[in-house]
Every structure is written in structure tokens, then in C-alpha cells.
């Protein structure tokens, strides 16, 4: 079986290949260093000739205002070329994620969807980690909302389980997420407490962190899209369990300690100055 992923070097893509290739599968790995480019239509047909399946995962966020035109045109691509079976991550409670996962659903492919909680791997991986390790502090929009911070090893998991299971989980939508709630201030303390680092998590209103964003250097455009994503996602609505790691693996989720004391025998929050 051969299954493109795309984002095959990003936090999601990496593992899913990783977890496929264990498994025996032939990977396909789609990202600009391999010719692949989600805004380059001409790049698609050769990526998907000849493959059985792809995992789907849109760069920036997949509510993004062009994600739905992108998603729905790579799929119908990808059935065209043979492609049936594909896997979208999307993400659960997020409004904005609907219209791409509709046109998925009306590309005439053997789709699922995977809805994923907050990844772990967000506070080990991408912007949000470096002021942990520069300056100690966690600043971020989440006020005193929990959400069940899901391990991406297990999204991995639960992939390739669809994708080797034939048309089992064909047309559902399938939520996951970790075993408890935290509080994002619950959850920097637990990594502060492993580390034996004095962490701390400042939360701020939505707009100050556009602000923030904006000393990051984002766009205007694409931090106002982000301060609009995080005032809906954070409003209590993913304060709850999903259940569907457990029907599809047969198993529970990574508890979000397994993953805190492992990035602190890798070294993932060890102090550095900013760059």
C-alpha cells in the first residue's frame, strides 16, 4: 500500500509516516522539499499518481479561508487519479474547519475525518515553546479554559489504523483527545514540576495577543485569523473527553505526563536565550 502524507515534515506528517513506514507501508512524503505545495496545483497529479491513499493536513490551520477551495480541489484530484481513500485532520470544535471538511465529504472519496484536541506537542514543538525556554513564561489567550491535550503519537496512531482498515471508518468523523482536562496554567505547571524550571502561564485577551503576534512578526492578516480562531476554540466548548481513540485503538489515550517527562529526557524545555 502506498499512502502520501502531506505536511510529511511537519508535527502531524512526520509521525504519520513514521508509524506507516513501521507498519510496512510505502510513504510518499508531500512538502515543498519534495516538490509538493498545497498552493501549486500542478505539483498534486504527480504526488498522487499511482498511491492508494493520502493523509490530508492543510498548512496554516485547517479553518483557513482557503482551506475548503484547496481541500475540495486536491480531493477531487486525488479520486481522479485513483486516490479513493483519504484521511483529513482536522480540528475538533473548530466552526471554521466545517467547509473543508464538507468538501472532502463531497469529493467522491472513501474520506474520514480526524478531529483532534489540542495537540501536547504544542507546547514541546513551534512558537509557543520558545518562551518557555527563553523566558520562562507561556503567554497565550486560554484564560482558565481546560481542554484534554491530545499525544500526536496517538493521532499517528489512529491514521494508520483508518487507512489500513479498508472502507471501515470510511465516511465518519471520528474525534480524539487526551484522558483528562487541564488548564493551560495546569499544564505548564506540570512541565515546570519535571523540569524543576520556575515556569509560568500568563493569559491574555485575544487581542493582546494579536499584539504579540504581531512583535512575532506574523501578518496582520494571518494574526487577526488567529485571534479570531483562539477567541472561539477557547470558549469552554472542548472542555469534554472524546472517545474515539479508545473505539478505533482498543485503547486509552498517552496521559500528558508520559509526554512531559519524556521531552524532559530530551531536553525540550532546557533554558536557552532568545534568539
Do not use: C, H
Not at 467522491?108 to 525556554?133: C, M
Request: glycine share 12%.
Amino acid at each position: 500500500m502506498t499512502v502520501v502524507v502531506t505536511g510529511a515534515s511537519g508535527r502531524s506528517g512526520r509521525r504519520v509516516a513514521e508509524v506507516a513506514r513501521a507498519a510496512g507501508l510505502t510513504v510518499r512524503a508531500a512538502s515543498r522539499a519534495t516538490g509538493f505545495d498545497w498552493g501549486d496545483r500542478t505539483t498534486w497529479a504527480g504526488t498522487l499518481r499511482g498511491a492508494d491513499a493520502a493523509y490530508l493536513v492543510y498548512p496554516s490551520d485547517i479553518g483557513a479561508p482557503d482551506a475548503a477551495e484547496a481541500v475540495g480541489a486536491l480531493a477531487r484530484e486525488a479520486v481522479g487519479l485513483g486516490v479513493r481513500r483519504l484521511v483529513l485532520l482536522s480540528a475538533r470544535g473548530q466552526d471554521q474547519a466545517r467547509p473543508a471538511e464538507e468538501a472532502l465529504a463531497g469529493s467522491g472519496a472513501r474520506w474520514t475525518v480526524v478531529r483532534a484536541a489540542w495537540f501536547a506537542q504544542n507546547f514541546s514543538e513551534g512558537p509557543l515553546v520558545e518562551g518557555l525556554r527563553a523566558y520562562g513564561e507561556l503567554v497565550f489567550p486560554a484564560g482558565e479554559v481546560a481542554e484534554p491535550f491530545v499525544d500526536l503519537r496517538d493521532v499517528a496512531d489512529v491514521v494508520l489504523a483508518v487507512l489500513t482498515s479498508g472502507d471501515r471508518y470510511a465516511g465518519r468523523v471520528l474525534e480524539v483527545s487526551g484522558p483528562r482536562l487541564l488548564t493551560f496554567g495546569a499544564a505548564v505547571a506540570e512541565i515546570a514540576t519535571e523540569t524543576g524550571r520556575a515556569l509560568t502561564y500568563r493569559a491574555v485577551s485575544p487581542k493582546e495577543y494579536g499584539a504579540v503576534l504581531a512583535g512575532f512578526g506574523i501578518p496582520q492578516e494571518e494574526a487577526a485569523f488567529l485571534v479570531e480562531l483562539f477567541a472561539s476554540l477557547l470558549d469552554g466548548r472542548n472542555a469534554r473527553l472524546s472517545d474515539g481513540l479508545d473505539r478505533v485503538l482498543g485503547r486509552g489515550p498517552r496521559d500528558f505526563r508520559e509526554f512531559v517527562r519524556e521531552g524532559v529526557r530530551a531536553g525540550t524545555w532546557r533554558e536557552r536565550p532568545a534568539a
